[in-house]
Structure formats: C-alpha cells, structure tokens
C-alpha cells in the first residue's frame, strides 16, 4: 500500500531497507533504521513542546544529513517544514520568517550569526560543539529521548513543505506543497528515471532547492543511498568525491555539468560509477549533453523540465534524444500539459505559447499570498478543475514532446536559483551615490550586469566597492559580475524601466 503522507515514505523504506545506508555527508552516515529511529525521538521531543498539525519549522543549516531528519519528523507531526538557503542574509530571512511565523528553527555553526532573527523562537542546534548559550543541542535530544512519536494524524492534502522562490515583485513567496503533491511526483518522477536500490545519488545542490530536497525522497521510495556534498565539493575535487562515495546517479545543472566536463577533459572519467545524470532547474545546450555523452559512455541523460510549483512537468529519455534534440520530454504520467496563447485558447502543435499544467503535483499555492497565488493558479481553460501557468513559453509537437522557448516575465535563473531583478536593484540603489539600478543576465554565459546611475553632483563610487558592498548583503548567486556606470537609465512611455532596452545596451557598449 503506499503512504498517504510524507514520513510513510520512510517507514516504508525502514520496513523493507532497515539496514542499508539512506543518507551520508562529510561528518555522519545514517541507515534508513537509525533515520526513522532517530525522527521517532526527534518527533516525540518537539510533540511534547507542544508542536501540532499545522505548526512550522523553520531548517537553515549547511547541506547536511539532518535536513532530513528534521523534516521527516515536522512531516510525521502533520508539520510544515521551509528548508531556506544557508547564504541567506538577515533582511531577506526576516521577511520570510514574518510570513512563516514558526514554532521551531534547526541551525547549525554556519548560520549561528542568524540566530538573533528568531528572537522567541526555540533553536534545535545541529551539529557537535560548544554547548549554545540557548536553545538546546539535537545531539542531546536524540540521546536521551524515547524512539516513541504521535501517529499522524493528518491528511494527504495537508501542506507539509514550504520552498521559497522570489515573486513577480521581488518577495520572497513560499510554494506550498501537500503530503499528495510530493508523493504523486515522487512516483511519476521514479517511473521515468528508475532509481535503484544499489544506487548511491550524489546531490550537491542546495537542500533549499526543490531538485536536491527531492533526492532524498526519491531514493527513500527505492531503498537508494544518497551522498549530501556541499558547492565546494562540486569544484575542482568533483570528479575525486564521485569516484570515493561511489555515486551512479548526479542530479545537475548546466554549471555543475560544465565543470564536470572540464574536469573529465583533463583527467578523464577514471574509475567513475555513474549510470545516469539528471538536469533541470536552467536549459542544458545540445552540445553539453552530447559532450557529456562522449566523455561518459554508456551513461544516460536526462533533460528535465519543471518549477517549484509543481516539481517537475517532463522527462526526456536517454532513447528519445537523438531523435528530439534540444527537448524537455513528455508530461510525465497524469499530467496533462497545454500550450496557451494570451486568451486562453489551446494552441495546436508547433505554436508557441505559455504552458499550462494539470495534475496532483500542482502545489496549494503561495503561502499566505492569496493575490499572488491567483495569478498563478487558475481554473482549467475547460473548466476541468484548477491548473498551474508556469510563466514559460513553450511549443509542443504532435507527439507531445515539449521545447522550451523562453521566460515570459524578467525572472532570472541563475546556478539553479530564481530571483528577481527587483531584489538587486533595491539593494544596489540603497547604497552610497547610487541613484537608480536596472540588472541584465548575459543568460549564455551566466553573467549578471548591474547598471546604475549617480546621484546628482556625486563621482560615481568604484566598481570593486559596489561590488563588495553587494556581496555583503546579497546571497553569493545574486551579486552582479559587472558595472556599468551610465548616464540614464531606458524607461518605457509609461515611465518604467525599460528593459528590453537595457539588455540592448550590453551590444551597444553600456550606452542608452
């Protein structure tokens, strides 16, 4: 029978793989036993402090082994669990921890400078050292209480995970996920990919992000191992670390594939296991997949497509790339995907449109941004229940395969993460002698360029001091590569920045 609700992945996983490895960083192995064991006492701890159905828990640590326990046991209490980004800065996680409002924060040595911001708020502190002035070390919750928690008690349709992305305005907005929504695209996910019981997945993306969090249920609904690595360990030492934890399966994407490429063209594939490699979260060019395919014999690849919102849309198989060059797959099993024009009507094959997606896997919404969430969630174009506008353009051919085609809206992804310009240039216009700011994304090289004028009257201050200005309150994937100093920045008729225009100026040498 299969679970109705997300901690029943685990205990299945526990039933029939007690013994194998589940989950491993730098510092800690856990076998599926001693994961379910220890979510029982974590579980039965936060319980007894009073955390009910419905109560968050707020998880900001470096990418470690436990994430997961900490969210398998807010799960197994009919909790909502948000994993945020351990380069998140003070401003910014305020304002989601004014939205979230949680019960709990899990923390650990690299983010103990962001303790201040919970004020009231318990901390379970992740994790060996110093005992911590407060809150309480998980260590010691999971030595001295009993393997013993409340059965859930809620319902499949219950919100258990929150993933923030960045808004049409810049916010930060939490895509809400149910107990169903997760376990529906676990399982499509598994009948295109085939995971297996021997693999050992190798996820250096960041916890925070929907691709690698998911790994982690992905391999609990096969019995597979899963390797936590950090973005050092995906640097020069890549190739080492896959070859010493044995991976068979590297999700990934574009950069991370681009940096194994150059690594295997200078030492080769060596004594490398992998057997498949995933890509979504930005497009993966033709030539980088059949690069990888020639340096990597007999490994499969997989061009994904999907957003937080409903995880994932389509899967292209290893079989089907010669034949669709530059395609995202097919809907995965009950999804249904529709390619839109601007009024709603259905597009036939080879037009391009926005796509529309239907199925169990499209989220609840936006965490308490009801206006947000209708922009985005709206009634099926024939009134077949409710459906997710993804923002992207696509075509689709007669046999259903899709094409990306590009963003609708500004959103930028960059290295896996969604942001907004707006989130820059507010910072970059509060800073000394600033005026105004208009960002620009150079996508096929992954450059960030900010353009900036000066205040009135005021020199223009220098490059590398705004640069490291915005380092310092910027997650390291939002600060810009470049500045460009101009005399004006392009507006549209109606007094907004221009930023069709803006873009133009990079050809035009940065000037309007």
């Not at 895509?175 to 990919?193: C, G, K, M, P, Y």
């Amino acid at each position: 029978m299969s679970p109705h609700h997300l901690c029943g992945l685990l205990e299945e996983a526990e039933r029939h793989h007690g013994d194998r490895l589940f989950l491993s960083d730098d510092r800690a192995s856990l076998t599926y036993a001693q994961l379910a064991t220890s979510t029982r006492r974590l579980g039965g701890w936060l319980s007894r402090q009073g955390f009910r159905r419905g109560d968050r828990a707020v998880i900001l640590t470096r990418n470690r082994a436990e994430v997961a326990l900490a969210a398998f046991a807010t799960a197994r209490l009919g909790g909502i669990f948000a994993v945020l980004h351990g380069a998140i800065r003070e401003p910014g996680l305020r304002r989601i921890l004014e939205q979230v409002t949680p019960t709990v924060a899990f923390l650990d040595e690299s983010t103990a400078h962001l303790a201040p911001a919970f004020a009231d708020v318990p901390i379970v502190w992740v994790g060996e050292g110093a005992e911590p002035a407060s809150g309480v070390r998980l260590s010691r919750i999971l030595d001295s209480e009993p393997a013993e928690c409340p059965p859930f008690s809620g319902v499949d349709v219950d919100p258990v995970c929150l993933i923030y992305t960045s808004g049409s305005t810049g916010a930060p907005r939490g895509v809400t996920l149910s107990h169903d929504n997760i376990l529906f695209v676990v399982a499509a996910i598994q009948e295109r990919l085939q995971y297996r019981a021997e693999d050992v997945v190798g996820v250096f993306l960041p916890l925070s992000f929907d691709y690698g969090l998911y790994q982690v249920f992905l391999a609990a609904q096969v019995g597979a191992g899963v390797f936590v690595g950090s973005a050092e360990l995906a640097g020069p030492a890549l190739v080492t670390t896959l070859e010493r934890q044995r991976v068979t399966v590297l999700p990934g994407v574009p950069t991370l594939f681009a940096a194994l490429l150059k690594l295997l063209g200078r030492s080769g594939a060596g004594a490398l296991r992998l057997r498949a490699l995933t890509n979504t979260g930005a497009h993966l060019p033709a030539s980088h997949v059949e690069q990888l395919r020639r340096q990597l014999p007999g490994v499969s690849v997989f061009p994904m497509y999907g957003l937080t919102e409903c995880k994932r849309v389509s899967i292209l198989l290893p079989e089907e790339l010669e034949a669709h060059p530059g395609s995202v797959g097919r809907a995965l099993p009950g999804t249904e995907a529709m390619i839109l024009d601007e009024q709603g009507h259905v597009l036939p094959p080879g037009e391009v449109g926005e796509l529309v997606i239907q199925g169990r896997h499209v989220a609840l919404g936006y965490w308490r941004a009801p206006e947000e969430t209708a922009l985005r969630y709206r009634v099926h174009p024939r009134g077949l229940g409710r459906v997710l506008f993804s923002g992207d353009l696509f075509r689709m051919d007669r046999e259903g395969f899709l094409q990306f085609v590009g963003r609708r809206d500004f959103l930028l992804k960059r290295r896996g993460f969604r942001m907004h310009p707006l989130e820059i240039e507010e910072v970059a216009c509060g800073l000394p002698g600033v005026a105004e700011a208009g960002v620009v994304q150079e996508a096929q090289v992954d450059r960030l360029h900010l353009f900036v004028t000066s205040l009135p009257g005021a020199p223009p201050p220098r490059e590398a001091g705004l640069l490291d200005a915005l380092a310092s309150r910027l997650e390291p994937y939002k600060v810009p590569d470049q500045v460009h100093w101009v005399p004006e920045l392009p507006r549209t008729a109606n007094g907004k920045l221009d930023r069709a225009a803006l873009a133009s100026l990079l050809t035009a040498g940065g000037q309007p």
